[in-house]
């Protein structure tokens, strides 16, 4: 083979048909784990409380947004058109869909993890977990596959491209904020409402039956950490194929000569290839994925810690083998695997830094420094989140400087793409920790004893360190993005302003314009952090008045004769977080266009790096102290503290510790994280409308 | 008179013969101050302690600094002349010189001020510790202006007046960096400690007299708040004032004649003017200080807070209106009044925002917080000082966009010098607030009373806000000095460069290197962030294990038979202070020249610009959210909190809230600031050296 096949029609739609294969191996998890037994009564009822609570959320959720993208959508269409328009609805509507999907099987897949524990067996239960996670993980790469190969099959050789392109992510992103934002603010509402309430006022234990959080709390770890996560994942691979997309798109031939080896190839030609490549190497990542997720069932008698965290070290593995013998075959430049390679072991030095910091010493240490209370556990617990930024920033660093030095920026948005290449991977052992978690929630309320809850609370301590490395994962990649779509931006102004006539925008550091941007810019992960932990803290207010007055009020709840009332908490923790969403999404995507139109496209630019520099790392430090601080609780609990066991005052200490860290690494961070990459996508979008600014 | 007067030699003089004034005026307090009472044999005794304390610090912290400065300053004459060398070293020595004299002050006035609040003379009480703090305050601008004057009027002429100007700064920052990272992890060690011993484990009363960790935690109002914030402030002024000198200097024609009104100047005096007018209008915002001092001593019967306030307020608006009658006077352009103009109300309005951060709404809400517990106070903490950063972090934008609009980047350094106009009352206002803490310290280890105490709380608490003013003046000049040093860095670049026949450096922000450069940058504020937090909390835990042993050990000191021994605890906290200044200390030294050598100067700029955005926003979110902390927890103190008093459950989670603000506000957030600062002077010093590689 060689190089212009990549011109035919096989290579534009076999993404696309991959992304379907994905997702019909969903449907086969989501079926298969939908006819296993569901356990007894009290257990069904619980699950669906949790079910109902859950769907009941997404559904009012999805009207707010459905008015938000109705909106967006007439703008898109009035300014860029019907089509762009039109694609920024697709890729919001996938986002929907995918979220939607993976929250069903997981509250399917809750309760029958339970049951497979209390048949004793953890292999089994460890697979209905990873079962029910793979449906979201598959749905996830696959719509992503789907739709961004679908709007590229359909219009590749459209002279809109690229702003139909850029409107997908636009709609996948912006729905990813909300729904993170959202579901970030009601699950960590609900976990710290539930904590107080019952674990610091009234003294009785987590999942205790008699709390009426505690369906709410569950409720939580799927809107969250399943729907929120997954929308949050689905746009980090959208993000990564259009930045690699859109730069291949405007990059000039002497730009685009650096794929190829024959100096004879044509300019058209390495032009497809650029951009065809990003989604054929995820598909094949898809691929990979999927053949590691039945790499880790066939294994699933061994150590679930093992097993997942080989699941997620394998995909870029062989993704980085597969890239090679791809290149050779195309007669493409090694340098293509080489800036893939950086961004795929990045993301795993990434992902085994975050676990060193939520799992290792660090923990210990701060378990220590709770002796002396929880003044001195929160100091110790701050000052590793912010040591923690350190050496990841470093290795999105060297990667960028790595990638770059192999094909510039182009070879950036390749190493994102390499970061994701396991997407499915990850979003599948991403979601099977709020299963699992959720699994011990219902062991618990159900009354089904030690040795069950030994079993969910093995599979559910795995999920954290996963998702720790999840979230390092997902930070690292967006930072590489954002700085990807951020030449791309840079490209569409210039290209934009040049056809008009005008000099291209100067970017210089030294540029007032710049140098204002960079410092308004810095603001904004500020503003959204504040007011997403704010909304945390006032939304839990209202629920620990709630479960107080239940307490107080419903006769005989104290003493197990009566049931409290979970849904009131529901409903309080769905309109809180439904109205807590709207000012920090506002914020990501009213910015952009209001700068680069009152200030223009230089002080835009200016805004993304500023935010960029301090979201990045924001972010990393906010979600590493949070998962510090929830292990050191955790560590104590095991009572590897000797001589201050569950209970004591230093575990008292410890929970302080983790309920700051609570919306830290499950609110704010992730809000945080998701808000450059949406900056960066909006302004994107609107370049070529503020450029002559 | 006109333009040509300002090369004549009275200009070059004036302001290191009005800093001489300065500091006779600063003589004249101090011998004021030392010849009032100094009260009973009680109070001397601990008065003592808490002089040979501090002073005991400052000499093993000078014998440190001196090792440091001697390395330097070889390091300095090989690279760049014996001359820069001596610069270096009389920056330093000035520094160290400013912190001695202020702290020997603080700790007269200290007693004194105790003595005269035993008399029941509140206003004489205000007198003495605003007496002790204008020592400082005058010592620190006077040093300021004569060393800078001094070091201009020698070298007017000298071709290597740029590196000479450089080196002093650099010898200036760099003992503020370790003054102030010493300074503030002793200070916050012994509070933290002495509040954890004393507090939380025996649950007695603060500066109880039976603990032996009151004493350091006195001595540490004096080195971290006195003798570290003056060496900041000094560094402030003379970085400031390089910045703009600096950018002159390189200024080109068409530059400098945006100076003048007059088309027809020479471009030789327009530079002369623009090299000289920072000096002039530093020495005029130090008579203006003057004036501000003594206008204040005389209302000294109105209400402290009214006073104090004023006193930082007159000093732009006077600064200001003298400028524009100076400008008309010279023939200048009034634009240099509009960037003047910006600085010192944009200093004003960010003085106030934070005023308000810490000490209104916010704080009560923090306070409410408390009631559901330690987790939510910290939640709601964290959240404040978030919001702080944007309006002061927008503020800083819209004066360096006046600024620039004005006059380029010089307006913008002209912008920073405006801020810093009234250093001599800020610093003042700023010492009298740890002399009127250690007066209250002593009355309460002396038995002196509620009526002493109730007099010097006042004084304190009024010193708690200016404290917050003085750090949101010291982080904003701090970030529009930056600014104008990254531009006069770049400058000096470029000129090494075209000198030696290669283009200017690319600061394009697409530009990988300065990417690279940015997300290195990022990095390290956290670092120092993260490595002042464990100082303060290693150091801290030290001290609370030696005062438990002291409490076990020393039979009769809980029943007050016995006297504790708080030489142990200071001697503790001086040589953990010391020990761990080292690492971030040496961070903001080493990683400039570094980066610089390795990866070029596109990449030193792009990590100072990483480094600023980060390090600006992280100093304004931990100092501000200290700052809250600590008035929420005094609020409830107070009984402002109906049902929640001192002692109360709430009030001690509020405590917690606290311990976590002192290192943020005190150590991490004034480190941080400083990191930034120290990062651009020695950026601009080892310009030349990198600019070709």
Redesign the interface.
Known sequence: MELSSLESNFWAVAPGVIGAVGLLFSAFFYFRVKALPEGDATMNRIAGYIREGAMAFLVREYKVLAVYCAVIAVIIGLTLGGLASGSFVLGAFLSLLAGYIGMKAATYANVRTAQAARTGSKPNALLVALDGGAVMGLAVAGLGLVGMGGVYYAFQGHSQLAPILHSFAVGASSIALFARVGGGIYTKAAD?GSD?AGK??ENIPEDDPRNPGVIADNVGDNVGDVAGMGADIYESMVAALVAAMAIALTANATELSRLVVDPAATTASAKVAGVVLPLVLSAVGLVVSLLSIFIARAFKHLNPAQVLRSALILPPVILVGLSFVMMQVFGLSQNITVALAAGAFGGAIIGLVTDYYTSSTPVQRIAE?SI?????N???G??????S??IS??T??LV??IA?RAL??YG?AMAAVGMLGGTAVVMTVDAYGPISDNAGGISEMSGLGPEVRAITDELDAVGNTTAAIGKGFAIGSA?LTV?AL??AF?LEVNHTRIAAGLPEMS????N?N???G??????LP??V???T??A??RA??AI?EEIGRQFREIPGLMELKADPDPKKIVDIATKSALREMIFPGLIAIVAPPLVGWVLGPSAL??LL??AL??G??MAL?MANAGGAWDNAKKYIEKGKLPGHAKGSQVHKAA??GD??GD?FKDTSGPGVAILIKVMSVVSLLVASLIALR
Not at 372 to 376: R, S
């Open positions: 710290v107080i610091v006022i420094a002396t209370g929880a003044g001195t929160l100091i110790r701050l000052a590793v989140g912010m040591e930024v350190g920033m470093a999105i660093a960028a400087y770059d510039g920026l950036i930072t700085i951020f030449s840079n970017l210089l550091l030294t007032p710049v140098i204002v960079m410092l308004l810019g810095s603001i500020f503003l952090g504040a007011s932990m704010l945390v803290g839990a207010g620990v630019a200016g790096a500023g520099m301090v990045a790392t430090y929970v302080v309920m700051v919306p």
